[in-house]
C-alpha cells in the first residue's frame, strides 16, 4: 500500500490567491518585494513573524511563483552555518540578475538557527544588506534576541493566527473534497481547538475522519487536543529548574505565547518555584528589573532592551534558585490577566454610565462622575423606587443598572462613599 498522502502537503497552496486569511500582510509583502531597490530608505530585507501553521512559508513560495521569481530557499533542514549559507545563497546575492529573471532568497524558520551559529547570524545581516535581489525571512518569534542583527534590516511583516471564520469555509471544502460529510458545528469546534493553526486543523481533520464518510461533533470532541496550557507548563518547569543561564532562555523559544504574557506567567508562578526567601528576593528583582525594561523599550520605541528583558526574566529568574527545594510543584494560571481583563471591563461599563448621564445633564463625563453619580448611587441604596424611575429617564439597560447596584455594595468604590453625617 502506498503510504497516504498528508492533508497539509496535497493541499499545500501554490498561489498566493488560494492562501486563507492574512490578506493585508499578504499585500504588504507583494507591495514591498514591487517596491524594492526603489526607494533608498526602505528595508532591505522582510521578516515574516507569526505562530506556526498559518502559511508564512508557503506564501513566500507562492508569492515567488505569481510574481514569476525564482526562489532560493534555505529552511531550518538545512545545514545553516555560515560557510554553507555562503555556499547557498552567497553567489545568488551577487550574480547580476537585471536581465534575467528576478529571484528571491528566501531563509525560513530563521529562529531555529542554532546558537552555536552566532557566524550564521552575522552572515545573513550582512547578506540582507547587500545582496542585489530581495531577502525575505521568516519566524516565529520575531523577537527572539539571537536574530536582533537581522531584525534592524527587515520590515516586519506579522502572520496572524487563522479566525473561525476563515477556516471554517476552508476545511469544508477540503471536506467535500474528499468525499467527507462534515458538520459545520465540527467544524468549528476543530478550529477552535487549534487556534488558528491551519496545519494542525488539517491534520486533525485527516486523523479523526479518516475511519468513515462522515466528520461529526464526536469526532471533533474526541480530537487529541495540542494543548497549550501544557506546553507552557512544560516551559516555566524548563525555565525554573534550569542549570544555566543559556538553558533557561532556549527552554523560552519553546513557548507559544509571547514575552509579555510569559512575564506574566513567571511572575505568577516564581513564588511556588522559590520556597527560599532569599531566592524569591532575587527572582523578583530580576523580573522587576525586567519589567521596568519591557517598559522602557516600549515607551522609547527601543526594541533592543527586550531582549536583556527577557534575559532578566528568564535567566535572571532560574539563576536565582539557590536555596529553594527541588521536586514537583503545582503551577497556577496568572491571575493578573484574569484580574485585568476583569478591570477593563469595569472601566468600559463605567464609562458607558457616564456617557448616558453626561449626554442626559449636558455635562462632560468628568463632571458626571463627581457631581451625579454619588447622589445617583445614594438614591439607589436609599429609595430603590425612585432610582428605578431616574435609570428609566437616563436610558440605562439592565446590564448598567446592574452595575450601578454592584456599586453600592462596594464599599469604597468610586462614589459608593456616604456623605458625612453633620
Ligand atoms: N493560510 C493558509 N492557507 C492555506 N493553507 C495553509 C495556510 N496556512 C497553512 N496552510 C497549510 O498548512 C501547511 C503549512 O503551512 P506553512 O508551512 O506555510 O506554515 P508556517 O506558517 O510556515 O508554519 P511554521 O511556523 O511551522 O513554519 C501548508 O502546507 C498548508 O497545507
Ligand atoms: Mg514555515
Redesign the pocket.
Given at each position: 500500500m502506498s503510504p497516504v498522502e498528508q492533508w497539509?502537503?496535497k493541499?499545500?497552496?501554490s498561489r498566493l490567491s488560494?492562501?486563507?486569511?492574512?490578506k493585508e500582510a499578504i499585500g504588504r509583502l507583494v507591495e514591498w518585494v514591487k517596491r524594492w531597490g526603489s526607494d533608498p530608505k526602505a528595508k532591505r530585507g522582510a521578516l515574516i513573524h507569526?505562530p506556526?501553521?498559518?502559511?508564512?512559508?508557503?506564501?513566500v513560495e507562492a508569492l515567488a511563483r505569481d510574481m514569476g521569481l525564482d526562489l532560493i530557499e534555505v529552511n531550518a533542514s538545512d545545514d545553516r552555518s555560515r560557510g554553507r549559507l555562503e555556499r547557498i545563497v552567497g553567489e545568488a546575492a551577487s550574480g547580476a540578475s537585471i536581465f534575467g529573471k528576478g529571484r528571491i532568497i528566501f531563509l525560513?524558520?530563521i529562529d531555529g538557527l542554532s546558537p552555536t551559529d552566532a557566524g550564521a547570524v552575522d552572515y545573513i545581516a550582512e547578506l540582507i544588506s547587500r545582496a542585489n535581489c530581495p531577502v525575505i525571512l521568516?519566524a516565529?518569534d520575531a523577537w527572539d534576541p539571537r536574530i536582533g542583527k537581522i531584525r534592524e534590516k527587515c520590515e516586519l511583516i506579522e502572520?496572524k493566527r487563522?479566525g473561525i471564520r476563515e477556516a471554517v469555509p476552508?476545511l469544508k471544502r477540503i471536506a467535500e473534497r474528499e468525499g467527507i460529510r462534515a458538520d459545520p458545528e465540527a467544524l468549528k469546534i476543530l478550529a477552535e481547538r487549534n487556534k488558528g493553526d491551519?496545519?494542525a486543523m488539517?491534520k486533525d481533520l485527516q486523523v479523526l475522519s479518516s475511519r468513515g464518510k462522515a466528520f461529526t461533533k464526536e469526532d471533533a470532541l474526541r480530537a487529541a487536543r495540542r494543548d497549550r496550557t501544557d506546553t507552557i507548563f512544560n516551559v516555566l518547569k524548563n525555565i525554573f529548574s534550569a542549570k544555566s543561564c543559556h538553558s533557561a532562555k532556549i527552554a523560552m523559544s519553546e513557548a507559544d505565547v509571547d514575552h509579555e504574557m510569559l512575564f506574566e506567567w513567571i511572575y505568577e508562578n516564581a513564588p511556588l518555584w522559590l520556597s527560599d526567601a532569599s531566592d524569591l528576593a532575587n527572582g523578583m528583582e530580576a523580573l522587576a528589573k525586567a519589567d521596568l525594561l519591557f517598559n522602557i523599550a516600549k515607551r522609547e520605541q527601543n526594541w533592543g532592551l527586550i531582549s536583556y528583558a527577557i534575559d532578566l526574566m528568564t535567566a535572571g529568574v532560574a539563576m536565582s534558585r539557590e536555596r529553594s527545594r527541588a521536586g514537583w510543584v503545582p503551577m497556577k494560571f496568572p491571575e493578573r490577566i484574569a484580574l485585568m481583563a476583569k478591570m477593563r471591563a469595569e472601566r468600559a461599563m463605567r464609562q458607558r454610565v457616564l456617557g448616558k448621564i453626561a449626554e442626559r445633564c449636558h455635562l462632560s463625563r468628568a463632571a458626571a462622575g463627581t457631581g451625579v453619580l454619588p447622589y445617583l448611587l445614594e438614591i439607589a441604596r436609599n429609595d430603590p423606587g425612585a432610582f428605578k424611575g431616574l435609570a428609566g429617564w437616563f436610558g440605562f439597560d439592565a446590564e448598567e443598572v446592574e452595575f450601578l447596584k454592584s456599586l453600592i455594595g462596594a464599599p469604597g468604590a468610586p462614589g459608593a462613599r456616604r456623605p458625612k453625617k453633620g
Open positions: 497539509d502537503e493541499y499545500r497552496p488560494e492562501i486563507v486569511g492574512n507569526g506556526p501553521g498559518v502559511g508564512k512559508t508557503v506564501a525560513d524558520e521568516a516565529n502572520f487563522i476552508f491551519l496545519r488539517l
